[in-house]
């Protein structure tokens, strides 16, 4: 028999690709071998589908675990890519002879999580012994451009193989093998395939694998007598050269795990295939390789006029003159460093001191959108897939909803039927782990219920969690609600299920909410804890608030909201005395939130009952000053109290025989946490002449217990307001001493001045949307 032809490259390298595509026309095999898992032999001719379009990847999954998988990703200019292409087009039988997945996979400990496998060969390896061997594990082509005195790996492939024409099989495979011989046994392990590592680890992992892919080879031998072609990682070309019986190596393989898996092609993208993502074969710049390996000529000229373009999108000058210089430039820097071509190094420097200005600021935009590139791949419709996400697929066709590499903000107006769909296709599929969406904040500033934020970014992973998410249902709907009842009836602490019943309204899971319901009845009822009853409160609260946009039946909701209030409002004071510190931050943040459901209530009665327990806690001896000083601080912002009551609170608050530290913290409570309070002392200069005469009594033996307190408190406040704040405690109020308590605040008279308010009365009225109007005496 002919011995096979072996083609040993660098997985997503375009010099591999374009000498693997020129080797097969030469040679014309009759059958081509490609490192991967043989369960993907029935999905290759989806490869010549049209609508496949790369990065895309294998994955295979543990049909039981879904969480346990593994890709093997391909780009356009990856030689595994282009010698599936190849065989497809001149009808060549193409198959796989890595390990089979189903092994790779058992083996595995069930712990790991899925990452991406296959390809890890020559890039990404496991360390190893010292010496040599470990340096070859870590990175062989790091040791190969060292010894060529390179100290840039990819500079070094760039010289050797990408910008040179003809065949880099031979000195690839010779390298390698003194490299592997180096090693002492000549079959160490250097692939860094993370979807297919092992709980054997690298040495024992690549000892099957290769025996593995000899056995295939002699399969395909027998078979096809010559015209066998073999395309694998170059490290492995010295093993399958290695004069081994098949006995020996049927006898390494015995007894291995095995798993029953699943798998299909899904969409990937080229930020998966860098090396920063954690890829053990991945590549510096994927979309400069692809660029590379897709421009029919004059590559730096194109490239450096790709970023021109993006520069000037992003609104800087940059004129045809640029793009001629930077490129003299370019050419001139690989002149003078003895490079055949100019490289991404070259036009990277051009770039920065022509058409960047020497500034390094416009360059991460490049890298993030040239170099290494936003490109997400596309599977057809008829690659094997489970139920729930041809329902996904479908769902997206329907909305419009095109998955994406690139982030993107996605405001909805939820009063429209497709905007509302939308909101509960992203809900459902937050609920079931597939985070292609996370809520934002508007950038229209917007707080009403009928509009959402998100931001969406399809990441490859979400294929995997889809496919676990299968176990719940077979549509999105189904999936999402059996999800919810789950977690319902799971829960133990009374606020997860109340967001779950928050989750359930926002998704439009109305078959879940039922249950949730009842479990939320059922915890209510037994948790007596007044801080696990406030925390519960808010979600509940907000979820009544989605049946008007949404057209949501929450009436179920508001006999349980209104009953979790009131036992609020009873438990409320005695659980707010004898608190520490920590637990009355922490009650604090309580009370706020109750403030905040209660307002959003409409339920007047209920709001006068909690207006009356914050009057209780901000008079009551015992309550923690912060608490005490937080609930005068809503009183007064609610017009309960008036200015005199509130001097007077705080005089109490403030007076020589309460305790420094309780001081400090009632004053934390009343003008701190971000609550406007800097602005309410600005404006009031009586009750900034309490604070300023309380701080200046402080004792000295006390002051340095209460100064990190009020750092803290003051501190959040903004510049400006710190600023004028100083000022007015530096002048007084006649500008001339401390300040006073009593007269009038400086900068206001005695009266309102009509005349005066008249005249920013109607721009008043136009940014509120009513129209020039009469004014005060109006």
Do not use: N
């Amino acid at each position: 028999m002919t011995a096979p032809l072996l083609l040993g490259v660098r997985h997503h390298g375009p010099g591999s690709a374009r000498a693997v595509r020129t080797a097969l026309d030469a040679a014309r095999p009759r059958v081509v071998l490609i490192e991967g898992p043989p369960e993907a032999d029935g999905l290759v001719a989806l490869a010549a589908d049209e609508d496949m379009r790369p990065p895309v990847a294998l994955l295979a999954h543990v049909v039981d675990e879904p969480g346990r998988s593994a890709f093997w990703p391909f780009a356009e200019f990856s030689p595994e890519w282009v010698a599936i292409r190849w065989a497809l087009r001149h009808e060549v039988p193409v198959r796989f002879i890595d390990l089979p997945a189903a092994h790779s996979l058992a083996m595995r400990g069930a712990e790991e999580e899925g990452s991406e496998g296959g390809h890890g060969g020559d890039d990404g390896a496991p360390e190893g012994d010292r010496g040599v061997a470990a340096a070859v594990r870590v990175d062989p082509l790091r040791v190969l451009a060292e010894t060529a005195g390179y100290d840039d790996a990819e500079r070094w492939w760039e010289d050797v193989v990408e910008h040179r024409e003809g065949d880099p099989f031979a000195a690839l495979g010779e390298a390698m093998g003194a490299l592997r011989e180096s090693s002492g046994d000549g079959a160490d392990g250097t692939e860094g395939a993370e979807g297919a590592e092992g709980a054997y680890g690298g040495d024992r992992r690549d000892l099957l694998r290769e025996a593995y892919m000899r056995l295939q080879v002699r399969a395909a031998q027998r078979e096809f007598t010559d015209g066998v072609a073999v395309v694998c990682g170059a490290w492995h070309v010295p093993a399958l050269r290695l004069r081994t019986t098949a006995t020996a190596d049927r006898a390494l393989l015995k007894g291995l795990p095995k798993a029953k898996v699943d798998m299909t092609w899904v969409p990937w993208t080229h930020r998966r295939l860098a090396r920063s993502s954690g890829y053990g074969a991945g590549i510096e710049s994927p979309g400069w390789y692809g660029h590379l390996f897709s421009v029919p000529d004059r590559p730096v000229e194109r490239w450096l006029t790709k970023v021109a373009g993006l520069l000037r999108d992003e609104d800087r000058i940059v004129s045809s003159a640029h793009v001629i210089e930077a490129v003299r430039l370019a050419e001139s820097l690989a002149v003078m460093r003895g490079r055949p071509l100019a490289g991404l190094t070259e036009t990277t420097d051009a770039v920065r001191a022509v058409l960047c200005e020497g500034s390094d600021v416009p360059l991460s935009l490049i890298h993030d959108k040239l170099v290494v590139g936003d490109v997400l791949g596309e599977v057809p419709e008829s690659a094997p897939a489970v139920p729930l996400q041809r329902d996904l697929a479908r769902q997206q066709r329907t909305l419009r909803l095109k998955p994406a590499a690139l982030e993107k903000e996605l405001d909805l107006d939820l009063r429209g039927d497709t905007d509302a769909a939308r909101s509960r296709l992203l809900h459902r599929l937050r609920l079931l782990g597939i985070a292609w969406g996370e809520p934002a904040r508007s950038a229209r500033g917007s707080t009403g219920t009928f509009r959402e934020t998100w931001r969406l970014r399809w990441e490859p992973e979400l294929s995997v969690r889809v496919a676990e998410a299968g176990v719940w249902g077979t549509t999105v709907l189904a999936a999402a609600t059996a999800k919810a009842e789950t977690d319902a009836v799971a829960a133990t602490a009374l606020a997860d299920v109340t967001a779950l019943a928050e989750h359930c309204l926002l998704a439009g899971l109305a078959d879940a909410l039922p249950t949730v319901m009842r479990v939320l009845a059922d915890r209510a009822a037994l948790d007596a804890d007044v801080g696990h009853l406030a925390q519960a409160l808010p979600a509940l609260v907000r979820a009544l608030r989605y049946g008007d946009v949404r057209g949501t039946d929450t009436g179920a909701l508001a006999g349980v909201a209104t009953g979790l209030a009131e036992r609020v409002f009873v438990g409320l004071p005695p659980a707010c005395a004898g608190l520490d510190t920590d637990a009355a931050t922490e009650m604090r943040g309580h009370v706020d939130a109750v403030h905040t459901a209660v307002g959003l209530l409409e339920d007047t009665g209920l709001r006068e009952r909690w207006r009356a327990v914050l009057r209780t806690l901000a008079g009551r001896d015992g309550v923690a000053g912060v608490i005490r000083g937080r609930s005068a601080r809503i009183l007064l912002d609610e017009g309960e109290l008036t200015d005199e009551d509130t001097a007077r609170l705080m005089g109490l608050a403030l007076s020589p025989g309460t305790p420094p530290a309780e001081a400090a913290a009632w004053i934390e409570g009343f003008v701190g946490g971000g609550s406007g309070g800097g602005l309410l002392l600005v404006h009031d200069e009586r009750l900034l002449a309490l604070v300023d005469g309380w701080l200046t009594g402080v004792p000295e033996s006390a002051f340095t217990d209460v100064l990190p307190l009020l750092r803290r408190t003051f501190s959040a406040y903004e510049p400006g307001v710190r600023r004028t704040l100083g000022e007015l405690v530096r002048r007084g109020p006649s500008g001339g001493g401390a300040v006073g308590v009593s007269g009038t605040p400086s900068g206001f008279a005695e009266d309102l001045d009509a005349e005066r308010a008249d005249a920013v009365v109607p721009v008043v009225r136009l940014l509120l949307g009513a129209g020039a109007g009469v004014g005060v005496g109006g």
